[in-house]
């Protein structure tokens, strides 16, 4: 197993972070986004939840980034989806706080 430093949980977090971020959010990928979504409900539900979508954009993050067993991906799959879920409430409290003082 590899030792997992603080610089590559850090990359890890935010490239998660990101991926996570332009699946949801993103305009340049808004068409496939859409048409994904309109295959069924459970697809429309993940990619509209930052933790469901989060999970599995960090996993993948993951498995490109580290080399560890089987069960330290799934558990950076959930570090990664509550990780990416918070900092998209930050970015959501700042964007909410920078509206309201500008009206």
Known sequence: MEKIS????FIYTFASFGLTFGMIESNFIEK????????HPILEKL???YHCIGFWCSLLM?????????????ILGFYGSGIVFLLYKILDLIHYTTEK???
């Open 101 to 103: 003082t500008k009206s």
């Open 47 to 49: 990619f509209s939840c």
């Open 6 to 9: 603080f610089l590559w949980l």
């Open 62 to 74: 993951a498995i490109f980034i580290f080399k560890v067993d089987l069960q330290y991906y799934i």
């Open 32 to 39: 496939p986004r859409t048409f994904i979504m309109k295959l």
